[in-house]
């Protein structure tokens, strides 16, 4: 009892909510207005309770402890209990998310920025490994026209093939600085 009366006293705080009440508590803040039965079924179907009054108990636990308000309402002759965060709780629970949210928009900002050098390094090396290609691919060429065709079925032209693209390719590691 005398802990109920130090929640409602107090600002809003996670620590005095049980893991349960926290999500019942979120679940109703998404839902801010909507009829207490609508909002039984939701905490119901989100918990899996196949209880008919667990998703009460859930309500009345976060009234009970001055986080929400039931409020009575009269449509069309039938009376509706909707539920609401009371304002004070709201901007609490506001001070407290919203620098998370902005951190997390920050964080992004800086992944996005990152990414995007990466990609343009990405297509630095595209550029390189395609003129590193271009250039064995112009070398073979003018091996293969310079050598006569009855060379070219030979043993000793496909050994030449293999060192000239070993010699590009031991060329190319040296200038990234691989070996």
């Not at 009440?21 to 909507?34: M, P, R, V």
């Not at 008919?52 to 409020?71: A, E, F, P, Q, S």
């Not at 002759?77 to 998310?97: A, D, F, G, S």
Request: proline share 1%; aromatic share 8%.
């Amino acid at each position: 009892m005398n802990e109920k009366r130090e929640i409602k006293n107090s600002n809003f705080d996670f620590n005095l909510l049980s893991s349960r009440e926290i999500q019942a508590f979120l679940i109703i803040l998404a839902s801010d207005g909507k009829e207490m039965s609508l909002l039984k079924n939701t905490i119901d179907l989100h918990f899996g309770h196949k209880s008919r009054t667990k998703g009460y108990d859930y309500i009345n636990t976060l009234c009970n402890k001055g986080l929400v308000k039931k409020k009575n309402n009269k449509e069309k002759e039938k009376k509706q209990v909707t539920i609401h965060v009371k304002k004070k709780v709201r901007l609490e629970y506001e001070k407290l998310i919203v620098p998370t949210i902005s951190d997390t928009q920050d964080v992004v900002r800086e992944l996005l920025r990152d990414n995007l050098e990466i990609m343009k390094d990405m297509e630095k090396y595209r550029e390189k490994i395609k003129k590193y290609t271009e250039t064995i691919i112009d070398a073979v060429k003018e091996l293969i026209s310079t050598t006569s065709s009855s060379n070219i079925k030979k043993k000793r032209f496909q050994k030449k093939i293999a060192d000239l693209i070993w010699k590009y390719y031991s060329d190319e590691m040296f200038e990234t600085e691989m070996f």
